[in-house]
């Protein structure tokens, strides 16, 4: 016995200088999220499917996706009005999770650190929810952060990541206030056993940052092509010297903050600039006419389905091009469509109309869209006037809602590819007083 114990002791010895390996299973995965459900003050959406009756089919679960093991992979159930806090998620549970996306809840409570075991992990959003505290600072290789519109106050979370995975960084509306450390954005310390990593190769891809406020390190940040620091608490003048520097800039935003100084000229040189938003800050002095150098482009944004109280949107006499976005027929409320005079091509959104009854007034005209007109354009029997000619190539029948718009009183739909019985598009209209169909 005397002659073993060192060696068992020896055995012990190196056992437990062996990297700590987590074990888990499908089994224990759905164990763990029905541990949470139940925690939860509110997760009707997950009642269907996150039960003990059906803890086999785990891959099929409710925001669930597996990896070939069967193992959870990812986990997104944005917008599906859970209220409650992390603190009862077992984030060790769940070795292999890549994606990870609660945005748009009823989250409250603070961030838990074991996120940073997540080694894995590659998308991570809590937008849009009501957490507070400081981020966790273990949180490593990730390649795209939301943690914006919460209420995360204080510190600066001292990432590692650096710009070779990440391509989007958002903590956009939060109640941050400290100094980001300049050791946050600089290229790790060299391993003695791996090449050292120069900072230069560091943004070999264009990047996308939103942060709250500017380190000189910034310079160095070439390959940038959005920059967003709108509605947070910076303060001071926007340095010349960044600017020059960003010379990929496609979206410098810095809207509703506290900077001030004047607008610096440089900004003229930002010769790929489609955004710029400085409004809502101290700004002072003239607009600088090397802005006016900048060249128009730009496609219409997706996100302009956001302005659900938007009554008028005029487009025209532009450059725009590309496509409308999909979401123009989420604004229930506009009455006006004025597209008139731009380089737009292909097909009208398909349901553009459907949800917005009291659209009056709509303007394709001296484009290049192509396809049909959306059979919803005037559901609601408001359309008044209605211009798609000039330079356009719409095809397919006539709207048959027109027949009940009796207020209608220009209409040009020359120069298309209309085909049908007018008999059947038209009615009466008292107030018509120019109508052109010829060259259909």
């Known amino acids: 016995m005397t002659q073993s114990a060192p060696l068992l002791l020896i055995h012990v010895l190196f056992l437990s200088l062996l990297p700590l390996t987590i074990t888990s299973s499908p089994t224990i995965e759905a164990e763990c999220l029905l541990k949470w459900k139940n925690s939860l003050i509110s997760s009707l959406s997950l009642n269907s499917s996150w039960s003990l009756t059906n803890i086999g089919n785990l891959c099929n679960w409710t925001g669930i996706a597996c990896d070939t093991t069967g193992s959870v992979s990812e986990i997104n159930l944005s917008e599906t009005e859970l209220e409650g806090t992390l603190a009862k998620f077992d984030f060790s549970s769940f070795?292999?999770?890549?994606?990870?996306?609660?945005?748009?809840?009823?989250?409250?409570?603070?961030?838990?650190?074991?996120?940073?075991?997540?080694?894995?992990?590659?998308?991570?959003?809590?937008?849009?929810?009501?957490?507070?505290?400081?981020?966790?600072?273990?949180?490593?290789?990730?390649q795209k952060i939301c943690f914006n519109y919460n209420k995360l106050a204080s510190e600066f979370p001292g990432f590692t990541t650096d710009c070779r995975n990440l391509t989007y960084h958002d903590l956009a509306q939060n109640q941050l206030t400290d100094?980001?450390?300049?050791?946050?954005?600089?290229?790790?310390?060299?391993?003695?056993?791996?090449?050292?990593?120069?900072?230069?190769?560091?943004?070999?891809?264009?990047?996308?940052?939103?942060?709250?406020?500017?380190?000189?390190?910034?310079t160095n940040l070439s390959k940038i092509s959005e920059l967003g620091l709108s509605g947070n608490f910076l303060s001071g003048k926007i340095s010349p010297?960044?600017?020059?520097?960003?010379?990929?800039?496609?979206?410098?935003?810095?809207?509703?903050?506290?900077?001030?100084?004047?607008?610096?000229?440089?900004?003229?040189?930002?010769?790929?600039?489609n955004y710029l938003f400085l409004y809502d800050n101290g700004f002072y002095g003239s607009i600088p006419s090397e802005i006016g150098n900048l060249k128009e482009f730009g496609t219409v944004p997706p996100e302009i389905g956001n302005l659900t109280s938007l009554t008028v949107l005029d487009l025209s006499t532009n450059k725009l091009h590309g496509e409308l976005p999909e979401t123009l027929s989420l604004l229930n409320k506009l009455e006006t469509l004025s597209a008139f005079a731009n380089n737009f091509l292909g097909t009208i959104p398909t349901?553009?109309?459907?949800?917005?009854?009291?659209?009056?007034?709509?303007?394709?005209?001296n484009n290049r869209f192509s396809g049909e007109l959306p059979p919803g354009l005037c559901n609601g029997f408001a359309l008044q006037h209605l211009t798609v000619n000039e330079g356009n190539n719409f095809t397919g029948p006539l709207l048959e809602c027109l027949m009940n718009c009796t207020r209608l009183f220009p209409v040009r739909l020359e120069g298309n590819q209309f085909t049908g019985d007018i008999s059947e598009a038209f009615g009466v209209h008292p107030s018509l007083n120019f109508i052109s169909l010829s060259g259909n």
């Not at 506290?258 to 600039?273: D, N, V, Y």
Request: with cysteine; hydrophobic share 35%; proline share 10%.
């Open 95 to 142: 070795p292999g999770l890549t994606d990870f996306n609660l945005g748009t809840n009823k989250l409250n409570g603070s961030l838990p650190s074991m996120i940073g075991g997540l080694t894995e992990l590659q998308y991570l959003s809590f937008y849009n929810n009501c957490l507070v505290g400081t981020i966790p600072y273990q949180i490593t290789n990730l």
């Open 179 to 218: 100094a980001i450390p300049e050791s946050a954005f600089q290229p790790p310390k060299p391993s003695p056993r791996k090449k050292p990593i120069q900072w230069s190769n560091s943004c070999r891809n264009p990047c996308e940052l939103t942060l709250w406020v500017i380190p000189s390190s910034f």
């Open 241 to 273: 010297y960044l600017i020059t520097n960003w010379t990929e800039l496609i979206s410098l935003q810095v809207k509703s903050n506290s900077f001030t100084g004047e607008i610096p000229s440089e900004i003229g040189l930002l010769e790929k600039l």
């Open 351 to 365: 349901e553009l109309g459907e949800n917005s009854p009291n659209l009056m007034n709509v303007s394709f005209a």
